[in-house]
Structures are given as structure tokens and as C-alpha cells.
């Protein structure tokens, strides 16, 4: 699999927005995508989980702390993963990893993929 490549991290204020991007090898017929983030000296958290494919409807995940803020998406067109933050917060700084693997639906809604890439970086200052 291609590696996968994030952009779009920067410095905001508070309250402020961001898109992050994310290009490779995200087109496989049934596929799992999804964001995950790392702040300073803390483990890394799963942010946003999407399964598009053939079976079923799609399925979207948000963890607590971004659920009504994150909005995860896929171009199909430009084969480009996103992810749109509003109302940032600076416990939302952090790096941003994507990842993208073929998948049935089940397997997306009880395992996140892991073939991040090498991340962008999100900082918020209050």
C-alpha cells in the first residue's frame, strides 16, 4: 500500500477551523478511513472512523471529544480523505495521522485501521 500523506496542520486560536487533507491509496471498494490524533506525552485517541463500501450504508464513529465539531469526508474524485475542525480548543493540539485499509463493515466498526501516516501538526492557543 501506498504510503499515506497528511496535510493542512497549522496554528489557530481558539475557536477557530481547520481542514486537514489526506492523499494515497484510499480507493478500495469496501474501505475504512479514519483520523486518529497524538497530543505531547499522551497516547494516541482515535478522533473519527469511517466505512465506505458495496455492503450496507456507510458508517460513521466520532470519539466524545470531537463529536458536532469533526467532520470526516471522502472525495472519491480527488481520492482525498478530510477532516474539517471547527470550534478548536487547545485540548484539540495534537498530531494528526490518517489511515485508510480495506475492510468489511463490521471489521471497520470494531477495529480502527493502522497503517498511519507520518502525520501534520494542529497547535491551538487559548
Known amino acids: 500500500q501506498d504510503r499515506l500523506a497528511e496535510s493542512g496542520g497549522g496554528s489557530v486560536q481558539a475557536g477557530g477551523s481547520l481542514r486537514l487533507s489526506c492523499a494515497g491509496s484510499?480507493?478500495?471498494?469496501?474501505?475504512?478511513l479514519a483520523w486518529s490524533r497524538q497530543a505531547p506525552g499522551k497516547e494516541r485517541e482515535g478522533v473519527a472512523r469511517?466505512?465506505?463500501?458495496?455492503?450496507?450504508?456507510?458508517?460513521?464513529y466520532y470519539a466524545d471529544a470531537v463529536q458536532g465539531r469533526f467532520t470526516i469526508s471522502l472525495d472519491r474524485a480527488k481520492n482525498t480523505l478530510y477532516l474539517q475542525m471547527n470550534s478548536l480548543n487547545p485540548e484539540d493540539t495534537g498530531t494528526y495521522y490518517c489511515?485508510?485499509?480495506?475492510?468489511?463493515?463490521?471489521?471497520?466498526?470494531?477495529?480502527?485501521?493502522?497503517?498511519w501516516g507520518q502525520g501534520t501538526q494542529v497547535t491551538v492557543s487559548s
Open positions: 469511517l466505512y465506505i463500501g458495496n455492503i450496507g450504508s456507510d458508517w460513521i
Open positions: 489511515a485508510a485499509t480495506p475492510s468489511r463493515r463490521n471489521a471497520c466498526k470494531s477495529t480502527w485501521p493502522n497503517n
Open positions: 484510499l480507493l478500495h471498494e469496501d474501505v475504512c
